[in-house]
């Protein structure tokens, strides 16, 4: 029974000891609160912006692409739209893409399977994408046409 009286007594100088320190502090006993035209952001909001075109790794195709929403925001479906240009002579038929992403750190992609909408010969829309957790992401846009196949690479850091 000694033992319990004895921590009791020292949880309580030690509580006292912290009170009196944070007393000394400079603002203590005072509310925080910002100065007008300084206020403190309630939330930071994850965004992430795509680059308007990129080539793809084999210098095949030039990409255009443009996201709805935009900017992207973590674990908020979202729609892209890729413009392909053929840059090589091996590039006569129909045109085809498909988009994934996935996250390298983790292995692993997307819950959602986007879901293609041609808007024309070499325009497409693919809608459902999201990304859902906060980390690095690389969205993969594969284009075929003819011989010519090659993919297109966004990293994104998504926080």
């Given at each position: 029974m000694g033992n319990v009286r004895e921590s009791a007594g020292h949880r309580g100088a030690l509580t006292l000891c912290l009170a009196l320190l944070a007393a000394a502090l400079p603002g203590a006993g005072r509310a925080q609160t910002p100065h007008a035209g300084h206020a403190e952001p309630i939330a930071r909001?994850?965004?992430?912006?795509?680059?308007?075109?990129?080539?793809?790794?084999?210098?095949?195709?030039?990409?255009?692409?443009?996201?709805?929403?935009?900017?992207?925001?973590?674990?908020?479906?979202?729609?892209?739209?890729?413009?392909?240009?053929?840059?090589?002579?091996?590039?006569r038929g129909a045109l085809s893409a498909t988009v994934d992403a996935q996250m390298p750190a983790h292995l692993h992609g997307m819950n959602t399977r986007p879901q293609r909408e041609p808007l024309g010969e070499d325009k497409f829309l693919f809608r459902g994408l999201l990304f859902h957790m906060a980390g690095e992401w690389e969205l993969v846009i594969d284009a075929?046409?003819?011989?010519?196949?090659?993919?297109?690479?966004v990293r994104l850091i998504i926080e």
């Open positions: 909001v994850p965004t992430a912006m795509f680059p308007n075109s990129i080539v793809s790794e084999d210098r095949a195709f030039a990409m255009t692409l443009a996201t709805s929403p935009s900017p992207i925001r973590l674990n908020e479906p979202f729609e892209l739209t890729v413009l392909i240009r053929p840059l090589t002579p091996d590039t075929a046409q003819g011989r010519a196949r090659d993919r297109g690479v």
